[in-house]
């Protein structure tokens, strides 16, 4: 069965700290692999995508992850974290058609000052 | 472009009663879907279209229809809300590849 594991249901890390959210996909076929944050309120952003290629991808707010097919992981990381990253992230995988998204449960991060 | 917008926001039902959650894109996407967020479980997929006229279901589409007679709008309706259906709806469209989310609608059934 297709599926998203986020491991990590809660993380705080202080200001400045470098940052690793994991995630984990069981998926049939070459995945579609994306990473999404939902800050308090609000809709999804995309944060990047994986499709084909370079497996370290590179996103938005400084964010990039890595695609290793042998762990069938995505993990996402950024080097240095600010406060305003504190937000809710989800970890999703693709259909072919790109129309439909299985995610995650989610890691909410909190970032200490 | 004011990309996919919601309406309404918050809503409040009491069972039984029924209700369409509206959303619409100005992209002119060809791919439009539904989700639900509740807590602990991310985004379930409730029911997707891949143009005008064509619809199929997600994970759980139990409760809910859908229509896509236009590119731009993809209403979801609930027939007879159940307190199960609390939850935060979001809206997506896409081009073919990633997905524009909606800023999403607060749904209580009490």
């Known amino acids: 069965a297709q599926s998203v594991t986020q491991p990590d249901i809660h993380i705080t890390v202080s200001e400045g700290a470098s940052l690793e959210l994991r995630c984990n996909y069981s998926?049939?076929?070459?995945?579609?692999l994306f990473w999404y944050v939902q800050s308090p309120g609000q809709g999804l952003q995309l944060l990047l995508k994986?499709?084909?290629?370079?497996?370290l991808v590179q996103g938005i707010k400084g964010f990039e992850a890595e695609f290793k097919r042998s762990q069938s992981s995505f993990n996402l990381r950024k080097p240095s974290v600010h406060w305003s990253d504190a937000a809710e992230y989800f970890c999703?995988?693709?259909?072919?058609?790109?129309?439909?998204?299985?995610f995650g449960a989610g890691t909410r991060l909190a970032v200490h000052p | 472009n004011a990309g996919v917008t919601q309406t309404p926001k918050f809503q409040v039902l009491k069972t039984g009663q029924s209700m369409t959650l509206q959303c619409a894109q100005d992209?002119?996407?060809?791919?439009m879907s539904w989700y639900r967020q509740d807590p602990g479980m991310g985004l379930r997929l409730i029911h997707y279209?891949?143009?005008?006229?064509?619809?199929d279901q997600g994970e759980v589409p139990n409760g809910y229809n859908v229509s896509r007679s236009t590119t731009e709008d993809f209403p979801l309706r609930l027939l007879s809300a159940a307190p199960s259906q609390t939850s935060v709806y979001f809206c997506?469209?896409?081009?073919?590849?990633?997905?524009?989310f909606g800023p999403g609608t607060r749904l209580t059934v009490t």
């Open positions: 998926y049939g076929a070459t995945p579609y």
């Open positions: 997506a469209s896409s081009p073919g590849d990633e997905q524009y």
């Open positions: 279209s891949v143009g005008a006229g064509i619809t």
């Open positions: 994986y499709f084909s290629g370079d497996t």
């Open positions: 999703a995988v693709g259909a072919p058609s790109y129309n439909k998204l299985i």
């Open positions: 992209m002119n996407h060809e791919y």
